[in-house]
């Protein structure tokens, strides 16, 4: 493929980070747009402008009137912000990328594999309702006015500063301080979690392809290891070679902890796995490289390297211990 010119809204997160890195890696000329605010190495040859996505007036003086073979939205969460952007790039650009979330896919999932025909229906969290809201714009936009788009819908997805459990780094210290970890439900669900890296390839595969305008496409490994193993392998990257977990329902966790209610029962407290066929035939090299147990030793390698990242969030690990008084019988919910 030719070099693409190509326009990242975002490009400091935990997937667009590594979309720049694999775009950077495939030849194609990189302009990352954001407020500038966060402190994150991006490769050389990437030119950043700063500007801010909320404000059309101020994303439209950053663009100014350059042209895109491809502009990769990873910052709309609600229409009004996929209206701003178009506002500002439609009639420039040869196809805007639009970053949904394979939690918008119904929950709980009636059949798995879960595929691009699943219909699209979250009850329990609204970030996802907000992203098919999103997509519902974009279909209208490219069946009416003909808008280049496309949609990817990635599901859980990490890197080495993102600790997939419900108390991230509040769980590894309480499994190092010889505490109790809670799991949702039994632990024997199925998560399909996919490293960052996997994700660009085929990410990076369907930038400036025309057999992607007008589709969706999720974009998720094919590594779906249950929960108990992924904090086995968490706690084994920590040097605990004993760790106690105890099972609570998830219904009885988002009780407790009301801020991982949505997320827990709109999407994780779910068996999800995925079929992944038709980003594939696309984009044939992608495959699942990085399995948990290796990111895992990955993400602990780095939270060791910087002890100003290892956060315990004192209100949830209170409420970690409440759980775990009532699941043992020496205590009762308030």
Same mark, same amino acid.
């Given at each position: ?16 980070? &590594?979309?720049? =890195? %694999? $775009? @950077? ?6 302009? !990352? ?7 994150? *190495? ?14 059309? &007036?101020?994303? =439209? %003086? $950053? @663009? ?6 491809? !502009? ?7 229409? *009004? ?50 992203k098919i809201a999103c997509e519902q714009l974009l279909v209208d936009a490219h069946r009416s006015r003909g808008l280049p788009v496309t949609i990817v819908r990635p599901s859980h997805t990490y890197n080495q500063t993102k ?86 329902a998830s219904e009885t966790i988002a009780a407790w902890a009301p801020e991982v209610g949505p997320t827990l029962l709109g999407d994780k407290a779910h068996s999800v796995t995925f079929d992944v066929s038709k980003v594939t ?54």
């Open positions: 493929m030719s070099s693409l010119r190509l326009l990242f809204l975002g490009g400091t997160g935990t997937i667009s980070t &590594a979309c720049v =890195r %694999a $775009a @950077v890696a495939a030849g194609h000329d990189v302009t !990352v747009l954001n407020r500038g605010t966060r402190d994150w *190495e991006l490769p050389a040859s990437v030119h950043q402008i700063i500007g801010d996505v909320r404000d059309a &007036a101020s994303l =439209r %003086a $950053a @663009v100014k009137d350059e042209r895109f073979d491809v !502009v990769a939205d990873f910052l709309s969460f609600v229409p *009004e912000h996929v209206e701003t952007v178009l506002s500002a790039v439609e009639g420039r650009v040869g196809q805007y990328v639009y970053i949904s979330s394979a939690s918008a896919y119904e929950k709980p999932p009636r059949y798995l594999p879960v595929t691009e025909s699943t219909p699209l229906r979250n009850p329990f969290w609204q970030y996802s309702r907000d600790i997939p459990t419900i108390g991230g780094w509040t769980d590894i210290a309480r499994m190092r301080a010889g505490k109790p970890v809670v799991i949702h439900g039994d632990g024997t669900s199925l998560w399909t979690i996919t490293h960052a890296d996997d994700f660009a390839v085929a990410f990076t595969g369907l930038l400036g392809n025309p057999a992607a305008i007008g589709d969706a496409f999720t974009i998720t490994g094919t590594h779906a290891p249950t929960w108990n193993q992924i904090y086995r392998w968490l706690a084994d990257a920590a040097g605990v070679t004993d760790p106690q977990f105890v099972h609570v035939r696309l984009v044939p090299q992608f495959r699942t490289t990085i399995t948990f147990d290796e990111g895992a030793r990955r993400i602990v390698e780095f939270y060791d390297a910087h002890p100003e990242e290892q956060r315990v969030n004192a209100s949830l690990d209170a409420a970690f211990d409440a759980m775990v008084a009532h699941a043992r019988g020496a205590g009762t919910p308030a």
